[in-house]
């Protein structure tokens, strides 16, 4: 039997089974609350609910997110200029995902001590992402929890909507074999990860080495701080996405986010048929090799926690990929989807 | 000078004043990301966006809440059953305040570690209060952030999406002198001012003391404990709304929440008006006076914070008045607008 002494997502205190068990657990009684109008079910990059009247197929998309422990990394280098924009992309990455147009976001904020200038620094981040996305911020609320949440922490959660005719859903159901993998960079972790990430790099201590460990330079980069890698913001696939879906040769999309590109990408991939993935299609950026490298993490954790480089998975036509991949900036072909049934869906190979 | 010894708001860590400074920083940011879909600003119990094409009026309504540290004493409790219907309670008060339907509700739980059985029974509570209500369970977000919160603590935010038509928005506008207020009974605290019931009923204890007041009687009525009085789930008042709106004499409404009566009335009085409201035309429930009794609250800080026994407020034109208050259950006549202008837009009168 083999042994492993890495670090996992696990050990850092985030358990993706028991995730897994509460989602069967509750499923039934979701269930019931759906009426004709819930278009899917569950599971998706969003929920679908159609309100056109009659032969109307306008349907709502909506999607509610949080940025998880990437605020300690915020709230540890008292950085918070980008997690609003972290919390904005992330959402709207994830109703993109299924064809629709994102039109509003409703935030939430919560802290146990409400700090005025950091609450307007993270829900400005939040505004001025909107306005740049062309995304109307309609609501918010901040809430003031004394004994909930310890010292300067808060959380931060987001709910975006968007819409979409329902006979234009993207969701994986024309994806067939021959059809092409295309990868859109990530620019970091974005927002997935980071209970793992801190675990590895030490910033959980309390007695000030984290702080300095995260104002580092680089070890490949001395013009750049650990803080600045780690709070890079989770990138925007809107304009992206949406020049890809005027070409019309997309089946599918995936947000690659905690899952990775195999726990995500599956989400789309119809029975009876597998994404083949090739990893050596990309270089996996130096922060997170570095990372992995530093808490012996096993490459099939890492491809099942972090992105790896990819931020975004189109699967599309295969007579339209070598004009997708001539025209999205920094597209790269990443695999093929073949006849293969597989419960997993996806596959990964080296080369 | 008076000077005043008895526990407040502020006291017990909820800063009521540092929110509006808040409100007021981002307010600028937040309407940069307004467009003409976006019907009304910020500050009502809802937002607003158009989604109709053309002529058009469909209109989307949503609104964002938490359940605040109700959630401390369900946790020290151990009753998570009905905290599902508190958030999902709460949040539609808010949107059918505005003449919306609801229509959809996504929730996002969090915890520093994931109890499957306490989240399944939380998230299995908001599941069974939409499917009363006739409201879809589209999507929700289960985060486990440690380090993040504490122990067994954990946040549960909701969202709310309601439909109405542009013209049947209902924000008062319509209000005018001589119109009636006609109260809705509350049938607790419902989810606000559980900082200040903690601190003054010594629920923050954790030597074990705290629990057992919980679980000991009401002084004034031995079947009931406390924990069942505390965390009784928030009113819906959604069909009686329903029932009010069909009667066509409602020019406006407020969900008594955080701010008291006069904090979310006064969010519907037009200027040059002034809602009288009459505190000695129902009975302050007795669970609340014990509280404010008990900590010695100041009874203008106690309407400030609690809602008094009264969870809903129409107004409405005086000679639909009659007929609503024999139609609406429990339904009380407290108070009328008047003509005359105040920053308040609200008083309160001992009789």
Request: hydrophobic content about 40%; overall charge negative; charged content about 20%.
């Amino acid at each position: 039997m083999a042994e492993f002494s890495g670090t996992t997502y696990a050990a850092s205190g985030v358990d993706i089974d028991a995730g897994d068990a509460l989602v069967r657990a509750i499923a039934p009684a979701i269930a019931r609350t759906h009426n004709e109008r819930v278009l899917r079910g569950v599971g998706h990059f969003g929920g679908f609910y159609r309100i056109g009247s009659g032969d109307d197929g306008l349907t709502l998309v909506a999607s509610i997110d949080g940025v998880g422990t990437k605020l300690k990394v915020a709230a540890l280098a008292d950085r918070h200029e980008f997690i609003g924009h972290d919390i904005v992309h992330h959402s709207v990455n994830d109703i993109i995902a299924c064809g629709a147009r994102p039109i509003c976001f409703l935030d939430y904020f919560a802290a146990g001590k409400l700090d005025v200038e950091v609450a307007a620094t993270v829900i400005g981040g939040i505004a001025a992402a909107c306005e740049a996305l062309g995304v109307a911020l309609i609501g918010g609320e901040t809430a003031e929890m004394p004994g909930v949440y310890s010292g300067s922490d808060y959380d931060l959660a987001g709910v975006i909507l968007g819409l979409v005719d329902q006979e234009h859903i993207v969701d994986g159901t024309t994806i067939r074999s021959g059809d092409v993998l295309i990868g859109l960079p990530s620019n970091g972790f974005h927002t997935n990860g980071y209970s793992l990430i801190r675990s590895v790099l030490g910033l959980n201590e309390d007695d000030g080495s984290a702080a300095d460990r995260l104002s580092a330079a680089l070890p490949w980069d001395e013009t750049r701080t650990f803080a600045e890698a780690l709070l890079e913001p989770h990138r925007s696939y809107l304009a992206t996405v949406g020049e890809a879906l005027e070409h019309g040769s997309v089946h599918g999309m995936a947000h690659i986010t905690g899952g990775g590109i195999a726990g995500n990408l599956s989400r789309v991939i119809p029975s009876g048929l597998t994404a083949v993935v090739e990893t050596s299609s990309w270089s996996v950026p130096r922060l997170m090799t570095y990372v992995a490298e530093r808490g012996h993490i096993a490459t099939e954790e890492c491809y099942r926690v972090f992105n790896m480089g990819i931020g975004f998975v189109l699967v599309c036509r295969a007579d339209g990929a070598h004009d997708l991949l001539d025209t999205l900036e920094g597209s790269v072909r990443i695999g093929e989807v073949v006849s293969e049934d597989s419960d997993e869906r996806v596959t990964l190979v080296a080369g």
